[in-house]
């Protein structure tokens, strides 16, 4: 039953198994090694070749190129603006990535800008703008952008069409002896401790507070996901929630406040236990010995909404008494009143 905004948590595990393959210790220098006749990061193929695919970072002579980068954040969000030059002759496409990384080079978290097209031996400038967490951007000591292929933000640097562009959060180029991009180390659901959990109703939604402490020796990234049961916890849940993603230094700890978001809200009134599960790829992932969650009960006074009746009021508003305006009567019409007595009007008008 996991839904489309679930899968975030999934997504997370693709990118740093790709990026795993990217980068790891002791890189000397951020490039592509140039191995095949191909140029500008995408391979020109004729029209009766729709197969011939993407030239891969090893396989780019002449790779994009990043100029005239400028950051400006608001709210949640980074305005990314940059200049792609193409040096080669064939025409570059696919899309740019940013990633931001820790003091140690780790990569914090991976995100796609925006698709690009640069024809060979021009340059374009280009405006994007992502959502990037208050959390993330607070760890982050380096930004890397880089381009790739279609769909390959996922993949990290290892599809690179284009040099790796370092930078300091400011846009100002990152300095000599920044630590490269280090390969990332798969996060287990062991990696992760639970507290201060709390779930709360509003007047029309429901909420959940936690705080989660990454307990490993590396930096491990994940998402929260509650699942639902009835009494019995055999069956599977009732319902399940995406509550938050978290990418943790060793040590480093989080609190969140989330939407609980359930398929149909009058199940609250059938759940009576919560498990609040935070693993590599949260609601993707299936509860079992190694990711048992976080279990306590649903507290009583958590119940379903309660539906409003609408009371009519106008024209349209029903008469308590049961009669609507067919029912209407004048009491002097069905019951006449006898003129008053003449001797008795000609005293009253004497004084």
């Given at each position: 039953m996991m839904r489309s905004d679930q899968r975030r948590g999934y997504a997370w595990g693709v990118l740093f198994l790709g990026l795993a393959a990217a980068w790891g210790p002791g890189c000397k220098k951020e490039q592509p090694v140039a191995s095949a006749p191909v140029d500008a990061g995408v391979a020109v193929v004729d029209a009766g070749a729709p197969d011939a695919g993407v030239a891969q970072a090893a396989d780019v002579v002449k790779p994009l190129r990043f100029s005239d980068v400028t950051l400006k954040r608001q709210d949640n969000r980074l305005a990314v603006t940059y200049t792609l030059t193409n040096p080669g002759t064939a025409q570059g496409r696919g899309e740019a990535c940013l990633s931001l990384h820790d003091d140690q080079g780790m990569v914090i978290e991976a995100e796609r800008m925006?698709?690009?097209?640069?024809?060979?031996?021009?340059?374009?400038?280009?405006?994007?703008?992502?959502?990037?967490?208050?959390?993330?951007?607070?760890?982050?000591?380096?930004?890397?952008?880089?381009?790739?292929?279609?769909?390959?933000?996922?993949?990290?640097?290892?599809?690179?069409?284009?040099?790796?562009?370092?930078?300091?959060?400011?846009?100002?180029?990152?300095p000599a002896g920044t630590p490269p991009p280090q390969k990332p180390q798969v996060s287990k659901a062991t990696d992760f401790e639970v507290s201060n959990v709390e779930v709360r109703q509003g007047p029309s939604d429901y909420f959940l507070t936690y705080t989660v402490k990454n307990v490993s020796d590396h930096r491990a990234s994940g998402s929260g996901c509650l699942r639902a049961y009835m009494a019995l916890e055999r069956a599977p849940a009732l319902e399940e929630s995406p509550e938050g993603d978290f990418s943790l230094a060793p040590g480093a700890s989080q609190t969140f406040?989330?939407?609980?978001?359930?398929?149909?809200?009058?199940?609250?009134?059938?759940?009576?236990?919560?498990?609040?599960?935070?693993?590599?790829?949260?609601?993707?992932d299936d509860a079992d010995a190694e990711n048992a969650g976080f279990k306590f009960m649903k507290p009583a006074y958590i119940h379903a909404p309660v539906e409003e009746v609408e009371v009519e009021s106008g024209a349209d508003a029903e008469d308590p008494t049961g009669m609507d305006s067919s029912d209407a009567y004048d009491p002097e019409e069905e019951f006449p009143q006898p003129p008053p007595d003449s001797d008795d009007a000609s005293e009253g008008t004497a004084d």
């Open positions: 925006g698709g690009i097209t640069v024809k060979g031996g021009t340059t374009d400038t280009f405006r994007d703008s992502v959502g990037v967490g208050e959390a993330s951007w607070k760890q982050a000591r380096t930004l890397m952008l880089y381009t790739t292929a279609e769909f390959g933000c996922s993949y990290g640097a290892s599809v690179a069409t284009s040099e790796l562009l370092r930078l300091l959060p400011t846009g100002q180029p990152a406040t989330e939407s609980i978001v359930f398929d149909n809200e009058k199940n609250w009134d059938e759940v009576m236990i919560l498990r609040l599960f935070t693993s590599p790829h949260g609601c993707a």
